[in-house]
């Protein structure tokens, strides 16, 4: 309790608020630049159980604002999921941390969400953000949404049954996610620093049973240094799927693609029936193919020049170096297995 006095002696907390920190479970969905500064400060402050959900991990171009991963975690490729559980294990060793591996799909989240007191949106994509809209609504959990990119960040806490969800206020249209992403607008360090930050400060004051929280979007210009909110407590709309009890994204009706591409010239794999796979038996197979590494998590191999294969043990592969969905599938066929 010691190492807390300077969070609970301020009055919105107090050690009332502190015991409940002490004792809830926050899931963190994405390990990311908003991902790894929300669970910073969450253990910081003594939050009893984080999970870390990622499926991917750590370059050199995240370590501008990724702030719980080094070169040396780069190197190694650990995932980021689990060298997030390692830097939080030594700032505070009394709290309990469950890295998840994995890609967030209709399929898991229900069982990765469940039995949490809330959770903290790290997603990279529109897609993944409207699942988490929509099982936060059907298990009741509230959640806090953040982005940030270029010099600009938002935020907001979504409780479901009081006020907008967040399809309510950004409804779904059909071929989303062609807007501005990190790779082509860039994004300061500092913006997703200053945005998990308050994600975290939103989740304390949920925990702690803060009456006020949610029904505000807030956005910042950090290169402007303003900020303005804007009061959505209302706008609640008629209409939306999601507040009508219909899940359309947690039952897979937008697009559950066995292959996606993904920023920056990679193709996912997922396959239908996903089977664990055995990371050294598929590194001894790949080792006369070409050159393979395999650090425990996943195994790395290159089939030819420019093109560089990852294999998670939940089955998922990454092709990088390619945006042609056919040439991936062909290459997973032939090296991993169908
Ligand atoms: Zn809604």
């Known amino acids: 309790m010691e190492r ?7 009055p919105g907390i107090g050690r009332e608020g502190q015991e409940k920190i002490l ?23 003594g939050v009893g159980h ?5 499926r991917d991990f750590p370059e050199l171009n995240n370590l501008n604002r990724q702030i719980l991963f080094d070169e040396a975690d780069v190197a190694a490729r650990i995932p980021k999921a689990v060298a997030a559980a390692r830097r939080l294990a030594q700032i505070n060793s009394s709290i309990r941390l469950d890295p998840v591996v994995a890609d967030v799909n209709p399929a898991n989240i229900l069982s990765i969400l469940s039995g949490a007191d809330v959770v903290v949106d790290g997603t990279d994509n529109l897609d993944t953000r409207y699942l988490l809209n929509d099982a936060a609504a059907k298990l009741r959990i509230p959640w ?48 997703p620093m200053a945005v998990g930050g308050m994600q975290a400060v939103e989740v304390m004051r949920l925990l702690v049973g803060e009456e006020t929280v949610g029904g505000r979007l807030v956005s910042l210009d950090g290169w402007k240094g ?17 507040c009508r009890g219909e899940y359309e994204f947690l039952e897979g009706k937008h697009g559950n693609r066995a292959e996606l591409l993904l920023c920056g010239n990679t193709v996912q794999i997922l396959q239908a029936r996903a089977q664990p796979v055995q990371l050294d038996e598929l590194a001894a197979r790949l080792a006369p193919l070409g050159e393979v590494e395999n650090n425990g998590f996943l195994v790395r191999f290159v089939p030819e020049d420019g093109i560089e294969m990852v294999v998670f043990a939940d089955g998922r592969t990454l092709v990088c170096g390619t945006s042609d969905l056919a040439k991936a599938r062909s290459l997973h066929a032939q090296y991993v297995g169908a």
């Not at 982005?147 to 071929?175: E, K």
């Open 50 to 54: 984080l999970t870390l959900v990622d």
């Open 226 to 242: 303003t900020v303005a909110q804007v009061d959505v407590g209302r706008l609640r709309a008629r209409d939306c799927p999601t």
């Open 4 to 10: 807390y006095a300077r969070q609970w002696v301020f």
């Open 144 to 191: 806090v949404y953040g982005g940030a990119i270029a010099a600009g960040g938002m935020w907001m806490t979504f409780r479901p049954g009081r006020g907008p969800c967040f399809r309510c206020l950004f409804p779904y249209r059909p071929g989303a996610g062609v807007g501005e992403t990190c790779e082509t607008a860039g994004v300061l360090g500092g913006l």
């Open 23 to 45: 004792a809830a479970r926050v899931v963190v969905l994405g390990c990311g630049a908003l991902g790894c500064s929300s669970s910073m400060a969450l253990a910081r402050a």
